[in-house]
């Protein structure tokens, strides 16, 4: 049950192929039929629009002692924009969940996952191969690939969801050759089969045009031999990301930390964009040194894996969420605020122990009837965190005299 994986060699942009050596054909199968899933349901466009900045409550995990959920049945869809159908937007689904896949496997017909485990690790099991996934790593399953999850106890993680189109590393522009993530870091599995008959039935599913549709075969389909091509799930620890950062004064753009991207048909514009703020040193001078206070043309949809982020310490919290949405003002709480307006400004470690992260997209994203309402998470107080916030101006400032 032990992941073997090798070195993808080159981060394709382009992944347009692979070929699998199967047992069996995935034709092979009875018809799909709709099943009924509440919480996926990409119903995006039903819901009235919040310009407001939202932050959620870590999200509950189901105890193993009062239902068993797996990763299908956990996955609930929180917000996105644009849709499956015109091959271009986004969905960003939390899972949540405490039991194994058994004998069902699900294939996503819609769009690329990049799967951000959060708490406990994750095995997947792909037509490629086995990937065990844990926090702090990521990983990327392509459209179209059979996958099942095995779980070790209660698992939560974020998913972000492209349609039409892959993610690629970055274009590094002046940082030359490398840094950042380097292609030397992405792991993809080898092949790993069982030719396993299963006549109580196997169930696929399907992940369409945002609904569940399920089908019944007689046998396992992670019944490949052999695999070549370079369309391949692959995984990433984010203990492996370059930092580059200012070293003299100001604030660099959130971009410098970008991991992956998925680029629209816009130059410089993402569909999304996944982005890191890991451990660091902080050395800017004549610099507020936490992130601005900005409103600006992209969603910025963020998660915190461990530790606490470097502009609200207390508030937002592992497991929890925030969505500031396109033009609307946010940056940090009044606490990081008042401390970074008067700290001393001599080379200070960031984010140690931490691990927060952002889906950044050029997409004007809506939220979900379950992300508003159903997932009672929704922390209503988030406002409050900036209520206090007071003038540090002083006209007869000047430079060396404080
Ligand atoms: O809003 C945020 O916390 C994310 C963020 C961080 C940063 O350092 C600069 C801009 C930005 O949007
Ligand atoms: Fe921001």
Redesign the pocket.
Known sequence: TSSHLKTLAVLDPYPRDSWLYRILPSVKHKPFTSVPCGDLTENWNEVEPDPNQLRWLPFTIPKTTEKKVDFVAGLHTLCGAGDAKSRNGIGVHVYTCNTSMVDRCFNNSDGDFLIVPQQGEILITTEFGKMMVEPNEICVIQQGMRFSVDVFGETRGYILEVYGAHFELPDLGPIGANGLANPRDFLCPVAWYEDRKVPTGYTVINKYQGKLFACQQDFSPFNVVAWHGNYTPYKYNLKNFMVINCVAFD????SI?TVLTAKSTRPGVAIADF?I?PPRWGVADHTFR???Y?R?C?S?F?GLIKGH????EEGFQPGGA?L?SIMTP???DVDCFEKNSTAELKPQRVAEGTM?F?F?SSFSMAVTKWGLHTCQKLDKNYYQCWEPLRSHFNPNWKPGKQ
Do not use: I
């Open positions: 604030h660099a753009d959130p930390f982005v703020f936490p992130p601005y900005h600006n992209m910025e963020m982020y470097e502009a609200k925030s500031h946010h940056g940090p927060a952002m950044e």
